[in-house]
C-alpha cells in the first residue's frame, strides 16, 4: 500500500543488516517479516485505516517493525519514548488516541479508548485515506502542541537514493529528528543503531562496538562528549560525518570536535516540528555558515528572520492556531546572519537577551566565556531588571575550585576588551552542572535546574575528568 516502494527496497537488500536490538544485528529479510507478523497482528486487533494509534517506548526491532506496519496501514502514529511518560495523559487526549501499543522490555501491553477522533485536521487525513504522524513540542511552557502530519507528503523525500550510512540514532522516533534518522537510514539500506542511555560513555561504546559511521547529535551533546573526555577512551576511527542541529552551535564546540575527531565531516541541519528537514549545504566543513532548502522546499529572509515554505508542512496543530500565514509561509523565529547566499543562525527569538535595547546572542558570549581560564563550560541568559528590562547572567562550570570573587574579576576583565559592555554578564554564578532537556538542548534561564555550588560559593572540584556538566539522565530522549 503506502509503502510498497519502501518494502520492496527491503527485499532487495535482504541479508544486509537493517537495525541494532539488544546488541544483534537484525536483517532486512528479518525486518520485513516483523512487519508481516504485526499486520497480521493489527488485522486481529480490528485496527482501521485512519485510527490514531500510540507507540510506546524505545526504537528497537520491534517498534520499528509496528511503525512502518501501522504507516502502511493508513494509521496515523503517535510515537512516544519513555521519556514523555510524564505527559502521556495529555498527549493521549489531544491526539484522540483510539489505541495503544506500549514496549516494556519483552513485554507488550495493547490497550483500547473509548475514543473517537472529532479534530477537524484528523477528520481531514481520515477522508484523504492517507497515514499521519503526531509529534508533540517539547512543552517547555504552557500545554505541549501537537503537530499532525500527512505521511505521504514527508515520506516522498526519501524516495530519492542517497548515501548509506550505519547510524546512531541518538534522538527517538517522537523527535523530528529521530523520525528523519530512521526512515533516511532504512530508506537508503543503512543500518539504525539505536542508543536507549545517552550518556557520552555509551554512545563512544556504541560507535566502537557496532562501527557507526554517522553520528546525528546536538550542540550541547557535543559539548558533553567534550567534557568527558569519552572520545579518547574509546575508537572512534569508524565516524565518517558528525550532524548537529536543534540549538545554535558554538564555534568552540566545533574547533575542538574538528581537532579531536579530525576524520569525522561535520555538517549542520535545519530542521523544525512543523516542516521537517531540510537539505543543508557547509560553506565549509564544521562552518556555522550554511544554505538550507532542497526539494520542496522555499526559504525567505525578513527583517533578518528565517521563513520557511514545504510541500511536506504539517496539516497544523491540534491544540493551537496554525503558525503559517495564508500563503502557507511559516515564520520560524530563527534570527540569522546573511553573506551572500549563505546564513548563519543566530538563535531563536525567544533566546534573544534586550538590555537597555541592545541585543546580546548567548551564544556569542559563552564563546567569550570559553575562551576564560579555568571555566569549562558556560551558560549565557536573560535576567529581568527593573531598569534595563535584562541584564546578562551567565552560570559557569570550572575546572578547578575557585573563589567567586577573583572570577568575576576575570571575567570583566577578559569581556570588556572583546565585547560591548552591555554584553558582558554581571550576574555570574559557579555550578556543578548545566541543565539538558531529554533532547538534549541546554534549559537556559528560569526552565533550568542548576546544581548549585557548595555553600561557600567555591566550585566543586571534578577529578579525573568526570563528567559534571550536564543533568543527563541516562534513557532519556
Not at 136 to 160: C, I, N, R, V, W
Not at 247 to 272: D, F, N, W
Not at 280 to 292: H, T
Not at 424 to 437: A, G, K, M
Amino acid at each position: 500500500m503506502h509503502l510498497d516502494w519502501l518494502l520492496e527496497r527491503f527485499s532487495r537488500y535482504g541479508g544486509v543488516p537493517a537495525l541494532v536490538a539488544q546488541d544483534c544485528e537484525v536483517t532486512y529479510t528479518e525486518l520485513l517479516a516483523l512487519i508481516g507478523q504485526w499486520r497480521a497482528r493489527l488485522a486481529d486487533d480490528r485496527i482501521e485505516a485512519g485510527d490514531v494509534i500510540a507507540i510506546e517506548g524505545d526504537i528497537s526491532d520491534q517498534s520499528v517493525a509496528l511503525l512502518l506496519a501501522l504507516i502502511d496501514h493508513g494509521c496515523t502514529v503517535l510515537p512516544l519514548s519513555p521519556s514523555a511518560a510524564g505527559s502521556r495523559d495529555e498527549s493521549f487526549r489531544i491526539a484522540q488516541a483510539a489505541s495503544s501499543y506500549s514496549f516494556s522490555g519483552e513485554s507488550l501491553q495493547h490497550l483500547r479508548y473509548q475514543r473517537q477522533a472529532t479534530n477537524p485536521l484528523l477528520l481531514e487525513l481520515r477522508r484523504r485515506k492517507h497515514p499521519g504522524l503526531i509529534l508533540f513540542s517539547s512543552g517547555s511552557t504552557g500545554e505541549h502542541k501537537g503537530a499532525l502530519h500527512d505521511l505521504l507528503p514527508m515520506l516522498k523525500k526519501y524516495e530519492m537514493r542517497r548515501r548509506t550510512y550505519r547510524t546512531l540514532c541518538l534522538m527517538q522516533f517522537d523527535h523530528i529528528g529521530g523520525f528523519n534518522t530512521l526512515l533516511y537510514t532504512l530508506a537508503n539500506g543503512g543500518c539504525l543503531i539505536p542508543a536507549k542511555q545517552r550518556s557520552p560513555q555509551n554512545v563512544c561504546s556504541l560507535i566502537e562496538r557496532h562501527k557507526a559511521e554517522l553520528l546525528p547529535t546536538t550542540p550541547t551533546f557535543l559539548d558533553l562528549l567534550l567534557l568527558s573526555g569519552c572520545d579518547a577512551e574509546y575508537d572512534l576511527s569508524s565516524l565518517k560525518l558528525i550532524t548537529y542541529g536543534t540549538e545554535v552551535a558554538r564555534e568552540s564546540t566545533l574547533k575542538k570536535i574538528r581537532e579531536r575527531i579530525p576524520h569525522a565531516q561535520i555538517l549542520q541541519t535545519y530542521g523544525l516540528t512543523e516542516v521537517g528537514i531540510l537539505r543543508s549545504k557547509s560553506r565549509e566543513d564544521g562552518s556555522l555558515w550554511i544554505k538550507v532548502g532542497g526539494e520542496g522546499y522555499e526559504t525567505k529572509i525578513i527583517d533578518n528572520t528565517l521563513w520557511i515554505r514545504a510541500n511536506s508542512a504539517m496539516l497544523g496543530y491540534l491544540n493551537a492556531e496554525s503558525p503559517f500565514d495564508g500563503n502557507g509561509w511559516m515564520n520560524t523565529h530563527d534570527k540569522v546572519e546573511i553573506d551572500g547566499e549563505w546564513i548563519r543562525i543566530l538563535g531563536r527569538t525567544t533566546d534573544i537577551i534586550n538590555v537597555g535595547g541592545e541585543k546580546v546572542y548567548p551564544a556569542e558570549v559563552e564563546n567569550i566565556l570559553l575562551q576564560i581560564e579555568n571555566i569549562r563550560d558556560a551558560e549565557v541568559f536573560g535576567k529581568p531588571n527593573r531598569l534595563l528590562g535584562n541584564i546578562v547572567a551567565a552560570r559557569v562550570l570550572l575546572h578547578h575550585p575557585e573563589e567567586m570573587g577573583p572570577l568575576k574579576q576575570r571575567v570583566w576583565a577578559y569581556c570588556r576588551e572583546r565585547v560591548s559592555r552591555y554584553k558582558i554578564p554581571t550576574d555570574l554564578e559557579i555550578v556543578s552542572r548545566l541543565s539538558v532537556s531529554p533532547r538534549q538542548k541546554k534549559l537556559r534561564g528560569i526552565h533550568a535546574n542548576p546544581r548549585p555550588v557548595e555553600a561557600d560559593g567555591v566550585q566543586a572540584g571534578n577529578p579525573g575528568g568526570a563528567v559534571h556538566g550536564a543533568s543527563f539522565n541516562q534513557g532519556d530522549d
